[in-house]
């Protein structure tokens, strides 16, 4: 009997064991009184105890009633029907040690749960608004100094939706990829060698396919240029063995647990370093209010997504080449905190002085080798005037606030697209950028197909000042004309040369609906680029035709700023 005792407590014990690991290996808390998610494992873990004790008590009470002599009796008295004796009293034994588990057990969740209930009440916003308001910084910034005026074929014209669009369509020209993987829907926003890229990696179609290609892992990570729109698909050595679509201990969130199970994490993304190889970045959560509230960054760990090592880094200590640590929303909701609680709880909701929040939408901006967010401030009782708007750096958090009043960024979208309304084209959210040292939004103006059709650049504090055009040097001519801005030089400013030369090779592309030319010059390797609305000889240039013309040299392919002469070679017509 007592062998038999002991061998349900052991097999009890492994259950309840088995049970738990599966519900810590799908639900992934980590191991931390600062977590929410450990404490709701706690709970389900003392529910999932009590459940395999309950009903191996009841198996064996049954076992009992089938196997023993038990008879029913009726009460002489009473006339009801019950136990014999000998089993009232096994069964009141069983009930004893049945219900001293469930005693405790509820007990315990109980005081989880009123922990839970104290922890969250410590941090609400009413007792700590100031602390709330200080979880970001920010300064007031200079926005001539602070922001360099770029060339044109600098700006990035590529959204996320765009983004999306060119790499679905790369994957699509790989026959024997598309019908194994698709297209992780990150795009996340980095710089790769002083240029602003969006970078996605693929993933499995299905659990089929990721059977037959585990162990290779994922080939290829996708890249798209956002101001040429150029899309490669990278091929890798060694695949990516490393990634949410991963089954088992390979999933990035299963590895980066086991590895660190204490720390919290926010959601991984996806970055490139400086030689193109492939991290999964993990920011590690640190609350700085009451118990679980007040959510920053603390750090970071870094994955190879190729052979999974890692390593943790405090957020002072990233490498460079990192461009997101802070979630973007994460930003958001700090800088709406800031702007509410500028003077307390009470005036936040009384009085309201001095009470201001972002606008609906956000934008990157590359500056330093960095990305910023962007997004405008508004006054909470103003819904179509900004008062200014504000740069966060998602690596350092570093904050500058900009006073400069102006419409919103929905106001410009719609400025934007009635501007060119009998063409129906819809409004991409804008980008800030420099022009002249004036703040001005950057619009892409899109058909119903979602290609960029034209540009547009909207004045920031005027914004009924709009210039449009097919391209983006023609859109910023029309805005500087606007801005009665014509007679100013511009070329030092952009640094425009003049050139002249005979075309060594020519191609044309087709970029959002327009055609452009790349073209090289004998006896140089630079690649020049000229939309084919610049000249009308452009489409008849073949190889040994002479050109002069004017470009800007400060990035790659050079811009074509203006035509001045073509000889068309020996042999074709003039």
């Not at 064996?60 to 009633?65: D, K």
């Not at 990035?156 to 024997?176: C, F, H, N, Q, Y």
């Not at 991409?428 to 058909?447: A, G, H």
Request: aromatic letters at 12%; charged letters at 20%.
């Amino acid at each position: 009997m007592k062998k038999r005792h002991v061998s349900a407590v052991l097999g009890r014990i492994v259950i309840s064991a088995i049970l738990i690991f599966l519900l810590f290996y799908f639900m992934l808390p980590p191991i931390n009184f600062k977590s929410q998610d450990f404490i709701i494992f706690l709970i389900l873990s003392i529910l999932i105890l009590l459940t395999v004790n309950f009903v191996s008590y009841m198996k064996e009470f049954l076992s009992g009633l089938t196997n023993s002599n038990l008879r029913l009796e009726r009460d002489p008295f009473s006339g009801q029907i019950r136990f014999g004796m000998q089993r009232a009293d096994e069964a009141a034994g069983h009930g004893r040690s049945l219900a001293k588990p469930l005693k405790y057990g509820f007990a315990l969740i109980g005081v989880l749960v009123l922990f839970m209930m104290l922890a969250s009440l410590v941090g609400i916003q009413f007792f700590n608004a100031k602390r709330y308001r200080d979880l970001i910084i920010t300064e007031n910034g200079d926005f001539s100094a602070d922001v360099a005026e770029i060339s044109m074929n600098q700006i990035p014209v590529v959204d996320r939706d765009t983004a999306t669009r060119l790499g679905s369509r790369k994957l699509g020209e790989m026959s024997e990829l598309v019908s194994q993987f698709e297209i992780e829907n990150d795009y996340t926003q980095i710089n790769y060698q002083g240029t602003p890229y969006r970078v996605t990696p693929l993933t499995y179609a299905d659990p089929i396919k990721w059977f037959y290609n585990q162990k290779s892992g994922l080939p290829a990570y996708i890249t798209v240029n956002m101001v040429s729109q150029q899309t490669d698909l990278v091929w890798l050595e060694n695949g990516m063995k490393y990634s949410p679509g991963e089954y088992f201990f390979r999933n990035i969130y299963r590895h980066i647990r086991f590895l660190y199970p204490t720390k919290i994490f926010e959601d991984v993304t996806f970055e490139i370093d400086d030689e193109g190889t492939p991290w999964w970045v993990a920011p590690t959560i640190s609350y700085r209010i009451g118990w679980w509230s007040g959510k920053d960054i603390g750090g970071a760990v870094l994955v190879n997504a190729v052979t999974g090592e890692s390593a943790y880094y405090d957020k002072e200590n990233v490498p460079q080449w990192i461009d997101q640590l802070y979630d973007s929303d994460l930003i958001i909701a700090q800088l709406d905190d800031n702007g509410r609680f500028q003077n307390g709880y009470i005036n936040s909701i009384f009085g309201q002085k001095n009470v201001r929040r972002t606008t609906y939408g956000y934008n990157y901006l590359a500056l330093d080798d960095d990305v910023y967010l962007y997004t405008g401030m508004s006054s909470v009782t103003a819904d179509q005037s900004n008062i200014g708007f504000v740069l966060v750096n998602l690596r350092t958090k570093a904050t500058r606030f900009y006073t400069v009043p102006g419409a919103t960024e929905t106001s410009a979208m719609a400025s934007a697209q009635g501007q060119v309304q009998h063409l129906k084209y819809s409004a991409t959210f804008p980008l800030l950028l420099n022009i002249s040292d004036r703040p001005t939004y950057f619009i892409s103006l899109k058909d119903d197909a979602g290609l960029v059709k034209m540009y547009a650049f909207v004045d920031v504090e005027q914004y009924q000042i709009v210039g449009t055009g097919q391209t983006i040097d023609e859109a910023r001519r029309t805005y500087r004309t606007a801005l009665n801005l014509e007679d100013v030089d511009i070329k030092d400013a952009l640094d425009v040369q003049e050139k002249t030369g005979v075309i060594e090779s020519i191609a044309s592309v087709v970029i959002s609906g327009n055609t452009c030319y790349y073209f090289t010059l004998s006896g140089s390797d630079t690649v020049y680029m000229a939309p084919v609305s610049m000249h009308e000889r452009l489409p008849f240039l073949t190889e040994g035709s002479r050109i002069t013309f004017t470009c800007t040299t400060d990035s790659s392919p050079a811009q074509v700023t203006e035509i001045r002469d073509i000889i068309p070679a020996a042999g074709t017509p003039s």
